[in-house]
């Protein structure tokens, strides 16, 4: 016999509504029913009779999920429904609800399953009415679960699952990595409502499912799809090879300490990101950045740029013909900086300038069009934060290092690009073109974009000053 456990907060009418409502129109009465929940007296004392066990629990959806698995014994069979169902559909008139789940259990229980879970939607178009095996979405408001603890866990495990969004993504990847397959009955289905507000819902929701979207594709990126929607960024479970990671050593095409600023790429690397593909960069270990491809659109881009004669190494080693007009003529006065891309002041010269480039920059909500595109993109970044931006055109940018970042990570975006991005140090070179998505340490590590046509090139660099 398998357990019926219901995790819920503030939320009783609902419950008495709809899951309630539900459980005693298809299930038999012996099936035991437990509510964990916050508020043990509101619901223990509405619920006498109605043949439920109400177990006080911490506040939080994950945190109660962790206290049921820990109240049950190892190996019990949990079925986990949301506070919200309205209804589980059949394939067809001939299936009980309640012997399809022991079936289930049957099979998790046979092939060494622990976790499963039925259709996750209401559409039977596109079932065929089996049970599979594989990795497949075990949705948070339905799912199957035999308790494979063999001691209480403890507050560290909580960790694996602490966070409530896409906590169900998680878990199903978690359960498939761990005993190499998901159970799947397609021969039920969920129909309910989902982000209804109370429970776990928040203001906040979109913002919070995009940058965990992210944080599963930089742990787990070889089971998933991001998948663009209209207000968030979602996932999909799936074997992919299109999500590659990278292990980056240091030292690779660097000549020397301090040697590289202000000059271009002189070479391009043989091997070439794939266009296709996102990535992520890892150096011992750690994450230091990501490229995700085809992510954002930048439409209807108009913004004046400037002249900027105080840009530094970036702007490349000083030339006389990229200097000011004014200045030219005092070109062999000038004495420069140890890397030749920056005049030096002077009793003549009362103002250092380095090679002009077209450039703006300042606070983020400075400008309206840069302050929207950062609205919309900046849950993407979940390495750092930004406060600032630099816009430049028609630049190919020389080696230097944003050494007056705060933060490390920045957020790259372009318009109309076909440069790479090198990154010597690393041997690496980033390809990234229009729409695609670049988060990257470029506060401790040398970069330049390699050759090609910048014309009407824009590139847009949000970063934490």
């Known amino acids: 016999m398998f357990s019926i456990v219901v995790c819920s907060s503030n ?3 609902l419950f008495k509504k709809k899951t309630l409502k539900f459980i005693k129109n298809n299930f038999d009465s012996n099936i035991p029913v437990y509510i964990f929940t916050p508020q043990f007296d509101e619901y223990f004392n509405d619920l006498i009779g109605q043949g439920c066990i109400v177990i006080k629990t911490r506040e939080g959806l994950n945190k109660a999920r962790f206290h049921s698995r820990n109240y049950f014994k190892p190996n019990d069979k949990l079925l986990y429904l949301d506070d919200d169902i309205d209804d589980i559909l059949t394939y067809d008139n001939s299936i009980n609800i309640e012997k399809e789940f022991e079936t289930s259990f049957k099979y998790m229980e046979s092939n060494n399953i622990k976790l499963g879970s039925i259709n996750p939607t209401s559409n039977k178009y596109f079932s065929n009415g089996e049970y599979k095996f594989g990795l497949y979405f075990c949705i948070g408001c339905c799912y199957m679960y035999i308790n494979d603890r063999t001691d209480f866990y403890t507050d560290d495990e909580l960790q694996l699952f602490e966070k409530s969004e896409l906590e169900d993504y998680e878990r199903s990847i978690y359960y498939f990595k761990k005993y190499h397959n998901n159970f799947r009955n397609d021969r039920l289905f969920i129909k309910t ?3 209804q507000k109370g429970g776990m819902y928040s203001e906040t929701r979109n913002e919070d499912r995009t940058r965990r979207a992210i944080e599963l594709f930089l742990k787990y990126p070889e089971y998933l799809l991001l998948k663009k929607k209209k207000n968030y960024l979602g996932i999909i479970l799936k074997r992919n090879t299109k999500n590659r990671l990278i292990d980056l ?3 690779g095409g660097l000549r020397g300490k301090e040697s590289l600023n202000g000059l271009y790429p002189n070479i391009n690397l043989e091997n070439k990101l794939d266009i296709k593909s996102n990535y992520i960069f890892k150096l011992d270990g750690k994450v230091i950045g990501y490229l995700i491809r085809n992510l954002y659109e930048i439409k209807d881009f108009k913004i004046t740029m400037k002249n900027n004669q105080n840009s530094g190494d970036i702007a490349g080693r000083i030339e006389k013909d990229k200097l000011q007009n004014c200045a030219r003529k005092y070109y062999e006065e000038f004495k420069f900086n140890k890397f030749n ?9 009362k103002f250092e300038m380095s090679n ?3 450039r703006i920059s300042g606070k983020i909500e400075s400008k309206e069009i840069i302050e929207k595109i950062y609205n919309d993109i900046k849950n993407y ?3 750092g934060s930004c406060n600032y931006y630099t816009c430049n055109k028609d630049l190919q940018s020389a080696y230097h290092k944003d050494y007056r970042n705060k933060s490390p990570f920045v957020i790259l975006l372009t318009i109309n690009n076909n440069l790479d991005l090198h990154i010597p140090e690393l041997d690496l070179e980033i390809n990234n073109r229009d729409n ?3 988060v990257f340490d470029l ?3 040398f970069h330049a974009n390699t050759k090609g046509k910048i014309n009407n090139r824009y590139s847009i660099v949000y970063f934490e000053k």
């Open 443 to 445: 506060k401790n590590y």
């Open 436 to 438: 695609d998505i670049v």
């Open 249 to 251: 050593e240091k030292g």
């Open 193 to 195: 409502k989902y982000n």
């Open 381 to 383: 970044n979940i390495l």
């Open 356 to 358: 002009t480039i077209k």
């Open 11 to 13: 939320r009783l009418d």
């Open 341 to 349: 891309t920056r005049t030096k002041k002077s009793d003549k010269h």
